[in-house]
């Protein structure tokens, strides 16, 4: 590059913060060496470039700023313009605290024209380094110019000993044999217009595409001829700015509509034709049928606006990140959950910008060990911290993200919200453990129910015995002693005389005969008696112990033997079920002591069997049996049986008779059954029935485990 012509330099930068300093850094350039600096957004960068280059102006350096937000897509545009430009020195620009990581390496391999220069950067340090990439940028074009003058001289050799060859008369046969061999084939478009936009040759494929089999039959016509009005003025319009200015339009997105109603998408290049004398004479172009690319474009967008409005719309918090763990694309919910009000306040930041320390460094190892191994997190139930301080509840997915080359380059996060699912979950079980203790309230009050009738019956039973004794006592002819002891010591003095030869005192040996006996039935009696009446308030102490001892119980894990806690339920229950006449059979068989909380065995025990008795009371026959089974369950544990011939239970009721609130009976409350079933999943077992179906009777099985089931820790 010559110092009469100006160096151009582009810096690519949305902010405007790169362009600011290297405008600064152009204006301390020494005369002599002109430097000419030229702005774009990153959208609009190809297309400059491209423009320019077109126009024999192309630039010798572009600086690109780098941003957590658009890393991605500046690297991409970056490598396009690398490969479209061989002379064309990149440097790209990461902002303050911005880790490249492997992605220039991985676009761009080892080579000489990629430099990257982290922002800020001093203004004459940026001088200093302009100048020396013009220079080498200059360097490159020479290079590539000798290059392309050697080429050209060797091309014009090959092409007059080919075409003497060839049996061409002259170079011009063989160098229009080439053009037509091109026409003919090219799978796109392409034309030469004269300056009045009037065809003068024409590629097969374009006459082809507007309904003519042989390109000649082209030649004169404008496209007014061939496309509808709307799109033929405007193509007009594009060949005579091209005429007028001598720039080239490049890649210009056409919708071309036919006369006959058809009509596709294509990408047109038009450029000035020059004669050697470099008087522009026409325009040539091609075009590229770009329809199903256009289709494809459309699917994407398609794509991509909902996505936009899943992101928009779903409630639950959707977010990507790369591979730095920055957020590239958030949805609405993720934004108003981190306190934002728009996404741009949340792309680039990572989560410390928004969580405590501990919070953000386990959000950010997760990633990590997603990104290194690939494994994916699904549904992680996450205790974090509201915006306003208060502790919240998510299920977090995240799974890896790959790019084209199979590379893990981020992670796809979608969070959702189970803060109230969490609270109704404690709520249900404050619920479950208050249902559960107003059962075993409910139950104690019946136990104790039939506890006051149990005593009842046994202190009638001390009352008629008591009263029997009184009477004897009272009837007693032990007061005939008193009367017999006077008779005699009146006659003290003649006793022997008295007892043998006055009439009531002969009488006297035989009567004591017969009061001797009659006070030995007596005692007999009398003690029989009392020995009923002291077992009858054996028996209440027995209940009323029984009683106390599932009121003391609760919430303590011990030791327990199945037979006795069964035997304990069954003396509970014992007036009921001998007031309905309900025969108790035992099928226990050894089985090994298990850790359970007693009071919780007995309430089911008490529940079971009490349900057990109500439904055999409409035995019509007469015959209620009631069995109780204790075996091993096969796991270390033991199974305890209920079983009834009572009045079964019906398919369709058999599958909720566990639901709480559900009863069959008009006076039952529902939750029964319910807590009790609860109460054996609390202890790691289980509470399962069987019917064969109305009538038939039932049989309830509890499970217990041989040890407890452990809390989990909070």
Same mark, same amino acid.
């Given at each position: 590059?010559?110092?009469?012509?100006?160096?151009?330099?582009?810096?690519?930068?949305?902010?405007?913060?790169?362009?600011?300093?290297?405008?600064? /850094?152009?204006?301390?350039?020494?005369?002599?060496?002109?430097?000419?600096?030229?702005?774009?957004?990153?959208?609009?960068?190809?297309?400059?470039?491209?423009?320019?280059?077109?126009?024999?102006?192309? +630039?010798?350096?572009?600086?690109?700023?780098?941003?957590?937000?658009?890393?991605?897509?500046?690297?991409?545009?970056?490598?396009?313009?690398?490969?479209e430009d061989d002379d064309l020195q990149l440097v790209?620009?990461?902002?303050?605290?911005?880790?490249?990581?492997?992605?220039?390496?991985?676009?761009?391999?080892?080579?000489?024209?990629?430099?990257?220069?982290?922002?800020?950067?001093?203004? =004459?340090?940026?001088?200093?380094?302009?100048?020396?990439l013009v220079a080498k940028a200059g360097l490159h074009?020479?290079?590539?110019?000798?290059?392309?003058?050697?080429?050209?001289?060797?091309?014009?050799?090959?092409?007059?000993?080919?075409?003497?060859?060839?049996?061409?008369?002259?170079?011009?046969?063989?160098?229009?044999? $080439?053009?037509?061999?091109?026409?003919?084939?090219?799978? *796109?478009?392409?034309?030469?217009?004269?300056?009045?936009?009037?065809?003068?040759?024409?590629?097969?494929?374009?006459?082809?595409?507007?309904?003519?089999?042989?390109?000649?039959?082209?030649?004169?016509?404008?496209? $007014?001829?061939?496309?509808?009005?709307?799109?033929?003025?405007?193509?007009?319009?594009?060949?005579?700015?091209?005429?007028?200015? !001598?720039?080239?339009?490049?890649?210009?997105?056409?919708?071309?509509?036919?006369?006959?109603?058809?009509?596709?998408?294509?990408?047109?290049?038009?450029?000035?034709?020059?004669?050697?004398?470099?008087?522009?004479?026409?325009?040539?172009?091609?075009?590229?049928?770009?329809?199903?690319?256009?289709?494809?474009?459309?699917?994407?967008?398609?794509?991509?606006?909902?996505?936009?409005?899943?992101?928009?719309?779903?409630?639950?918090?959707?977010?990507?990140?790369? /591979?730095?763990?920055?957020?590239?694309?958030?949805?609405?919910?993720?934004?108003?959950?981190?306190?934002?009000?728009?996404?741009?306040?949340?792309?680039?930041?990572?989560?410390?910008?928004?969580?405590?320390? *501990?919070?953000?460094?386990?959000?950010?190892?997760?990633?990590?060990?997603?990104? =290194?191994?690939? %494994?994916?997190?699904?549904?992680?139930?996450? %205790?974090?911290?509201?915006?306003?301080?208060?502790?919240?509840?998510?299920?977090?997915?995240?799974?890896?993200?790959?790019?084209?080359?199979?590379?893990?380059?981020?992670?796809?996060?979608?969070?959702?919200?189970?803060?109230?699912? #969490?609270?109704? %979950?404690?709520?249900?079980?404050?619920?479950?453990? %208050?249902?559960?203790?107003?059962?075993?309230?409910?139950?104690?009050?019946?136990?104790?129910?039939?506890?006051?009738?149990?005593?009842?019956?046994?202190?009638?039973?001390?009352?008629?015995?008591?009263?029997?004794?009184?009477?004897?006592?009272?009837?007693? #002819?032990?007061?005939?002693?008193?009367?017999?002891?006077?008779?005699?010591?009146?006659?003290?003095?003649?006793?022997?005389? +008295?007892?043998?030869?006055?009439?009531?005192?002969?009488?006297?040996?035989?009567?004591?005969?017969?009061?001797?006996?009659?006070?030995?039935?007596?005692?007999?009696?009398?003690?029989?008696?009392?020995?009923?009446?002291?077992?009858?308030?054996?028996?209440?102490?027995?209940?009323? /112990?029984?009683?106390?001892?599932?009121?003391?119980?609760? !919430?303590?894990?011990?030791?327990?033997?199945?037979?006795?806690?069964?035997?304990?339920?069954?003396?509970?229950?014992?007036?009921?079920?001998?007031?309905?006449?309900?025969?108790?059979?035992?099928?226990?068989?050894?089985?090994?002591?298990?850790?359970?909380?007693?009071?919780?065995?007995?309430?089911?025990?008490?529940?079971?069997?009490?349900?057990?008795?109500?439904?055999?009371?409409?035995?019509?026959?007469?015959?209620?049996?009631?069995?109780?089974?204790?075996?091993?369950?096969?796991? !270390?544990?033991?199974?305890?049986?209920?079983?009834?011939?009572?009045?079964?239970?019906?398919?369709?009721?058999?599958?909720?008779?566990?639901?709480?609130?559900?009863?069959?009976?008009?006076?039952?409350?529902?939750?029964?059954?319910?807590?009790?079933?609860?109460?054996?999943?609390?202890?790691?077992?289980?509470?399962?029935?069987?019917?064969?179906?109305?009538?038939?009777?039932?049989?309830?099985? $509890?499970?217990?485990?041989?040890?407890?089931?452990?809390?989990?820790?909070?």
């Amino acid at each position: 590059m010559t110092d009469s012509k100006q160096a151009r330099i582009l810096a690519v930068d949305d902010t405007g913060a790169l362009h600011g300093m290297l405008r600064t /850094a152009v204006a301390l350039n020494l005369p002599g060496h002109p430097l000419a600096l030229t702005p774009a957004h990153l959208t609009e960068a190809l297309a400059v470039t491209r423009q320019e280059r077109a126009a024999d102006q192309p +630039y010798a350096v572009v600086f690109l700023a780098l941003s957590p937000v658009n890393a991605v897509a500046a690297l991409e545009v970056g490598a396009q313009l690398s490969i479209e430009d061989d002379d064309l020195q990149l440097v790209f620009c990461p902002t303050a605290g911005h880790m490249v990581g492997d992605g220039l390496q991985n676009r761009f391999g080892i080579s000489d024209r990629v430099l990257l220069l982290p922002q800020p950067v001093e203004p =004459a340090v940026a001088l200093a380094l302009v100048r020396a990439l013009v220079a080498k940028a200059g360097l490159h074009r020479d290079l590539r110019a000798a290059r392309a003058t050697t080429a050209a001289h060797r091309r014009d050799q090959v092409a007059a000993t080919t075409a003497a060859n060839s049996g061409f008369a002259q170079e011009a046969q063989f160098e229009r044999a $080439l053009m037509d061999t091109f026409l003919l084939n090219a799978p *796109e478009a392409v034309y030469f217009k004269d300056r009045e936009s009037r065809i003068v040759r024409a590629s097969l494929a374009l006459a082809q595409r507007v309904g003519f089999d042989d390109p000649n039959e082209l030649v004169g016509k404008s496209d $007014l001829d061939l496309f509808a009005e709307a799109h033929a003025l405007a193509a007009f319009s594009d060949e005579q700015d091209v005429i007028r200015t !001598g720039r080239p339009i490049l890649n210009k997105v056409e919708h071309e509509t036919l006369p006959d109603g058809r009509s596709c998408w294509v990408l047109t290049s038009k450029l000035p034709w020059r004669n050697p004398a470099g008087e522009t004479i026409g325009t040539f172009g091609l075009s590229k049928d770009i329809t199903a690319i256009k289709r494809d474009e459309e699917d994407l967008q398609n794509a991509s606006d909902m996505l936009q409005a899943l992101l928009d719309n779903i409630p639950d918090r959707i977010y990507f990140k790369n /591979a730095q763990s920055r957020f590239i694309k958030v949805g609405k919910a993720l934004v108003t959950r981190l306190g934002m009000t728009t996404a741009e306040q949340v792309l680039g930041k990572t989560d410390f910008d928004f969580h405590p320390p *501990e919070l953000a460094r386990q959000f950010i190892h997760d990633e990590e060990h997603i990104m =290194a191994t690939g %494994e994916s997190i699904i549904n992680k139930v996450e %205790e974090q911290v509201g915006t306003d301080g208060q502790p919240i509840w998510a299920s977090v997915t995240k799974v890896p993200v790959y790019d084209r080359m199979g590379q893990i380059a981020g992670i796809i996060g979608i969070s959702r919200d189970i803060t109230a699912l #969490k609270l109704a %979950e404690a709520e249900l079980e404050r619920k479950n453990r %208050e249902l559960v203790d107003a059962s075993r309230a409910a139950g104690m009050a019946e136990v104790a129910t039939g506890v006051l009738h149990n005593v009842g019956n046994v202190l009638n039973s001390v009352n008629v015995a008591a009263t029997l004794v009184s009477d004897m006592v009272r009837r007693s #002819k032990a007061v005939n002693l008193a009367r017999l002891a006077a008779m005699l010591k009146e006659h003290g003095h003649d006793l022997s005389t +008295y007892l043998t030869t006055d009439e009531k005192g002969k009488q006297i040996p035989a009567y004591l005969d017969q009061l001797g006996r009659h006070l030995a039935e007596e005692q007999q009696t009398l003690m029989r008696e009392l020995d009923e009446m002291r077992k009858s308030v054996d028996h209440i102490r027995d209940i009323v /112990a029984t009683q106390q001892g599932y009121a003391k119980v609760g !919430g303590t894990v011990e030791p327990i033997v199945a037979a006795d806690l069964v035997e304990m339920a069954l003396r509970m229950q014992l007036s009921a079920l001998t007031r309905h006449d309900v025969g108790v059979h035992r099928q226990y068989s050894p089985v090994p002591t298990v850790l359970a909380e007693k009071h919780k065995v007995l309430q089911i025990l008490n529940n079971l069997i009490r349900n057990a008795k109500q439904a055999m009371e409409a035995n019509l026959d007469g015959r209620k049996h009631l069995t109780i089974r204790i075996a091993p369950n096969g796991q !270390g544990g033991v199974s305890i049986q209920v079983l009834d011939n009572g009045v079964g239970i019906s398919p369709e009721n058999l599958a909720r008779i566990f639901a709480h609130g559900f009863t069959t009976r008009k006076s039952g409350h529902g939750f029964g059954l319910h807590s009790a079933a609860l109460a054996a999943k609390e202890m790691g077992g289980s509470l399962t029935v069987h019917s064969e179906g109305a009538g038939k009777g039932a049989t309830f099985s $509890l499970d217990l485990p041989a040890q407890p089931k452990e809390e989990p820790k909070s």
